[in-house]
């Protein structure tokens, strides 16, 4: 049971355009969400969160969005820049109701960003 | 660098052997969680421990497993191990209150032949 998608495997944009990244979860349980960024050899690196009691959280280029009612995040990134090509993992975890929860991780969307 | 140091880096080995994969978490960190990244795909949550005590589990196997110890580090162990668990461990830390941001180190490269 997946709790956590990613429908796109895989999404490909120009250089100064918009990426969204979109990701669907099915546990109402859930309260905090996450993006993470992971480039080849390394581990994954948090980039921007939002909690539920919020619909938009930004930090510079990112911007994160929550539509709770739909169970569905997405991950804005204006401008796309090459060195943003990665892989991007959503997660999501009840941490608002306990610290010590797991953390779960969709299967990632790779982005490629083309000069 | 996130701080979290995992040892060793890569790991070559053969069917039916058992490996134990080690985990430095960062200084202050109480949380520890593992986690298994096969090939194409995500990062599938293991186990997950805070100073100490087991506090979640995942899909973890039987053949698996692990703990932390009092020096806060963690070790996953893998026994009989099977061609299908050649993947890449990742061990992440946290303090205790944070909502998810984890810290993750390099991970292990498992590669059973």
């Known amino acids: 049971d997946q709790q956590v998608k990613q429908n796109s495997p895989s999404l490909s944009v120009q250089e100064g355009r918009i990426s969204i990244l979109n990701c669907d979860y099915t546990?109402?349980?859930?309260?905090?969400f996450l993006w993470y960024k992971k480039y080849p050899a390394e581990g994954p690196t948090f980039l921007i969160s939002i909690s539920s009691i919020k619909d938009k959280n930004e930090d510079g280029r990112f911007t994160v969005f929550l539509n709770k009612s739909a169970k569905h995040l997405s991950l804005h990134i204006v401008p796309s820049q090459p060195g943003d090509s990665a892989v991007y993992f959503c997660?999501?975890?009840?941490?608002?109701?306990?610290?010590?929860?797991?953390?779960?991780f969709g299967p990632g969307t790779s982005l490629s960003v083309i000069p | 660098d996130s701080g979290v140091t995992q040892t060793p880096k890569h790991l070559i080995t053969a069917t039916g052997q058992r490996v134990t994969l080690r985990c430095s978490p960062r200084?202050?960190?109480?949380?520890v969680y593992w986690y298994q990244q096969s090939l194409d795909q995500g990062l599938q949550f293991l186990i997950q421990?805070?100073?100490?005590?087991?506090?979640a589990k995942g899909n973890i196997l039987e053949r698996f497993s692990a703990q932390q110890f009092p020096d806060l580090h963690s070790e996953l162990n893998l026994s009989s191990l099977e061609l299908g668990d050649s993947a890449l461990y990742f061990c992440?830390?946290?303090?205790?209150?944070?909502?998810?941001?984890?810290?993750f180190g390099e991970g292990s490269r498992l590669t059973v032949l």
């Open positions: 992440a830390s946290t303090t205790s209150g944070v909502t998810g941001e984890l810290f």
């Open positions: 421990y805070y100073n100490g005590e087991e506090r």
């Open positions: 997660a999501a975890s009840r941490g608002m109701k306990t610290s010590y929860d797991k953390v779960i």
């Open positions: 200084s202050g960190d109480l949380s």
């Open positions: 546990n109402s349980m859930f309260d905090y």
